[in-house]
DNA sequence: TCTGTAGATGATAATAATTATCATTATTGT
DNA sequence: ACAATAATGATAATTATTATCATCTACAGA
C-alpha cells in the first residue's frame, strides 16, 4: 500500500476518498477481475455519489502506473486485476464453461523470448491466455 | 477456397455476394488483421452499397466456423484475421512503437499445457501476445 | 426456367462501454 | 488559511456492436 502511496506521490496524483476507495476494492479483491462497474457498486458501499466516471479515470490512472493491469477476456469489456508488485506477466486459464478465470503462475515463455530477441525483436512483456474446462466443470461433463 | 465453401455449405449458409466479397478481402489480406470497418471499405471496392451490419454478420458467422480469428489488440475494437487451416493457436509480436503486429510460429506451450491437464483442466485453446519492439523500431532506438 | 420460401440484406434504431465536457469542489504546498 | 490546480459528478458525446424490420435474393424442387 505504501508502495502504491509513493507512486502517485510520485505522479503528482492526489490520493482523493474516491481513489482511496477504488483502491481498496481492487485490494479486498485481490486476484479477481474486475469490470468498472462492479468497481463502481463496491466502491458505492464506502463513497455512495461516486461517479461512474471517476471510476474509470482512476482505473485508467491506476493501470497507467502498473497498479493495476487491464485486460479482457469476454465481449468488448474490460476488466481490472490489481498487479502482483512487479509481476508483469499474466498468464490466465479461462473456463469455456463456467467462464471462471484463473491465474497460472511460472514464467515458461523465456525461452520463446530469448527466441525472438534473437530476431531482432525486444521484447516487454507478454500475455497468456488458455481456454478449456476448470477441474470442477471438467468434472461434470 | 474450396475448403470454406464447403464449411458454409454444410452449415446451410448462402453464398451471396456480398459473403464472397468479404471472404475475398480477408484472404487478399491473409496475415492482417483487420477491424469490421477496415473490411467494409475493402468490400465497398467490390459491392459499393454493402452495409456495415452485414460485415459484422458475416465476419462473425465466418469467425464461428474458425474461418476467421477473432482477436482484441488495442482499445475496444475487434480484429480479425484468416485463419490458417485448422492451426488453432495464435501468437502474435506486437510493436509498442509502430502497432505492426507479427505472427510466431510454432507451439512451445505443449508443456505448459500438459502441466495443466494435470492439474485437473481440460485445455482447449490458447493465444499469446508478446508486446515490445519489431526489429525494425528496435533498430531505431 | 419458374417459383416459393427461408435465409440474407441495407438502413437505421438501439444498446453498451467508454470518453469528453464543464461547472463546481477538494487537495496540497506554501 | 489560501491560492493554484487537479479531481469530481452529472451528463452529453462518441464508438463499436447488435437488433429490428421491410425488402430482396439464392437455391431446391416442380
Chains 1, 2 share one sequence.
Not at 75 to 81: A, H
Request: aromatic content about 10%.
Amino acid at each position: 500500500m505504501d508502495a502504491i502511496n509513493t507512486k502517485l506521490y510520485r505522479n503528482n496524483y492526489r490520493l482523493t476518498g474516491q481513489r482511496k476507495a477504488v483502491l481498496n476494492v481492487m485490494m479486498e479483491n485481490k486476484g479477481r477481475h474486475l469490470s468498472a462497474e462492479e468497481v463502481l457498486w463496491e466502491a458505492r458501499k464506502r463513497i455512495p455519489n461516486i461517479g461512474i466516471a471517476t471510476v474509470y479515470r482512476t482505473l485508467e490512472k491506476l493501470a497507467s502506473l502498473d497498479i493495476l493491469y487491464k485486460s479482457m477476456f469476454e465481449s468488448n469489456k474490460f476488466r481490472y486485476e490489481l498487479s502482483e508488485d512487479d509481476k508483469h506477466h499474466h498468464h490466465h486459464v479461462v473456463c469455456l464453461s463456467c467462464g471462471q478465470i484463473s491465474e497460472v503462475s511460472g514464467d515458461l515463455l523465456y525461452e520463446l523470448e530469448s527466441k525472438l530477441d534473437q530476431q531482432g525483436y525486444r521484447i516487454i512483456d507478454h500475455e497468456l491466455k488458455f481456454y478449456g474446462y476448470c477441474p470442477l466443470c471438467n468434472k461434470d461433463s
